[in-house]
């Protein structure tokens, strides 16, 4: 079962940021937050990860709560091309096994209005 | 980023028949590869992890028979469909690990519509 909690849409203006919400309040101390996102009819691409500090990348921003149990993927100017689903994971990278597997959740569907 | 190819990209076959579908990971070495499935308008669903030289780990559910994986190199993992079905119609994506720690990072590939008349 996906541990995290995201809206099922948002809707976003052309050229306007968007921030992606995602509750993880179940999250535990080894748990990466990773974020992926699938385009229409494509396999997911990687968008970005982070552990306790905020995070930038070419792609995007993660802002991660102090206390860890919540994110939020932030993209700066919103495209057209953005217009996928994003999916807030966790990964638990030190527990080794299936626990360090990508489960993917229902994820956020993001639309773009020009 | 780093790329990984599926092939075929698209296949109809008929019920009965087996289907194979290739995983290449082009830049780099993976020794963990995983396969997932996709039905319309849902999430991507785990069906097994392949590791490079051993036995494939199947989700519950999943049944290893009919879904055989081979990950023959670093670089390659097939997942067959056997005796295929309609129900088995499906988007199948493979997924490559790479790196360790805090810098892993899975890649996917495109993806592999499967349509069994």
């Known amino acids: 079962d996906a541990k995290t909690t995201q809206p099922n849409s948002m809707e976003s203006n052309e050229e306007e940021p968007v921030h992606l919400p995602c509750n993880h309040s179940t999250i535990s101390g080894t748990d990466y937050i990773h974020w992926y996102r699938q385009l229409p009819s494509q396999g997911p691409e990687y968008v970005i990860h982070g552990l306790t500090s905020n995070v930038n990348n070419r792609m995007a921003s993660l802002a991660i709560a102090e206390d860890r149990k919540s994110s939020t993927l932030i993209l700066h100017r919103a495209t057209l091309r953005d217009a996928a689903v994003y999916y807030c994971?966790?990964?638990?990278?030190?527990?080794?096994?299936?626990?360090?597997?990508?489960?993917f959740g229902k994820g956020t569907k993001l639309s773009v209005k020009p | 980023g780093a790329v990984v190819s599926q092939h075929p990209s698209r296949v109809i076959c008929k019920s009965g028949t087996s289907v194979k579908i290739e995983c290449r990971s082009l830049d780099f070495q993976a020794t963990t590869m995983f396969w997932y499935r996709q039905f319309p308008k849902q999430s991507l669903m785990l069906m097994a992890t392949?590791?490079?030289?051993?036995?494939?780990?199947?989700e519950q559910g999943v049944e290893k028979d009919k879904f055989l994986i081979n990950h023959a190199s670093l670089t390659l993992s097939t997942l067959t469909v056997t005796s295929a079905h309609p129900e088995d119609s499906s988007f199948y994506i493979c997924?490559?690990?790479?790196?360790?720690?805090?810098?892993?990072?899975?890649?996917f590939g495109p993806g592999t519509r499967l349509l069994v008349l």
């Open positions: 997924s490559a690990r790479r790196g360790q720690g805090f810098q892993e990072t899975q890649y």
């Open positions: 392949s590791n490079e030289g051993s036995k494939a780990t199947y």
């Open positions: 994971i966790l990964r638990d990278v030190i527990g080794g096994g299936s626990q360090g597997n990508l489960i």
